[in-house]
């Protein structure tokens, strides 16, 4: 079992920036993927990032290349979401999750979840 628990969130205006963090805890191993989701109202759960913490290979989605880092600290089992030059289209619930393996993009492939924290982005 691995728990997840999200900080970070808020309200910030457009071009504004904002840092989410992970902290896991329970059964990790360097063999694991942390990736954050978001999921805007009436809209589906998508991805956003990946870092596999053997290693330290990203993956990004399209939407936020270029502006938001994913990074994580092997000391203290955190992974961050560094957020900048943030837009309206950005506001959404973040969610952390992480699987064992490689990097996947679709949520049903990850195992455990956190809470969600809310990010708003206002105009």
């Known amino acids: 079992q691995v728990q997840l628990v999200e900080s970070g969130g808020g309200l910030v205006q457009a071009g504004g920036s904002l840092r989410l963090s992970c902290a896991a805890s329970?059964?990790?191993?360097?063999?694991?993927?942390s990736a954050w989701f978001r999921q805007a109202p009436g809209k589906q759960r998508e991805f956003v990032a990946a870092?596999?913490?053997?290693?330290?290979?990203?993956s990004y989605s399209d939407s936020v290349k270029g502006r938001f880092t994913i990074s994580r600290d092997n000391v203290k089992n955190t992974a961050y979401l560094q957020m900048n030059s943030l837009k309206p289209e950005d506001t959404a619930v973040y969610y952390c999750?992480?699987?064992?393996?490689?990097?996947?993009?679709?949520?049903?492939?990850?195992?455990?979840w956190g809470q969600g924290t809310q990010v708003t982005v206002s105009s």
């Open positions: 329970g059964r990790t191993t360097s063999s694991y993927v």
């Open positions: 870092i596999h913490w053997s290693g330290g290979s990203t």
């Open positions: 999750a992480v699987r064992y393996g490689i990097m996947r993009s679709q949520d049903y492939e990850y195992d455990w």
